[in-house]
Nanobody
């Protein structure tokens, strides 16, 4: 079941930046106790973890995005973000938001295309 809503995707040139946002659909729950994650997937490929942030604000990143992407959370706004800088064509994918606590929820994804 889709319980999260992603926004901010689009078309950007190599070297450009985008910021994605994720929030529970219709404010269905508070994200404050959840580990929040961003995944990405291209057609025919598995869905790979890009970044995560715990309830204690500890962050982890895939090697491919370290130094370029930043995950953050604003619990008061009930929103998690993925700031993407110096984007590369290989970053092109559908990006999915994920929330994990005693339950697990997913968004339906937002397309990011990096092309000149």
């Amino acid at each position: 079941q889709v319980r999260l809503v992603e926004s901010g995707g689009g078309l950007v040139q190599p070297g450009g930046s985008l910021t994605l946002s994720c929030t529970p659909k219709e404010s269905a729950f508070s994200i404050s106790d959840y580990v929040m994650r961003w995944y990405r997937q291209t057609p025919g490929k598995q869905r790979d973890l890009v970044a995560q942030i715990t309830a204690g604000f500890t962050t982890e990143y895939a090697d491919s995005v370290k130094g370029r992407f930043t995950i953050s959370r604003a619990n008061a706004a009930n929103t998690v973000y993925l700031q993407m800088n110096n984007l590369k064509p290989e970053d092109t994918a559908v990006y999915y938001c994920n929330a994990l606590y005693f339950a697990e929820y997913w968004g339906q994804g937002t397309q990011v295309t990096v092309s000149s």
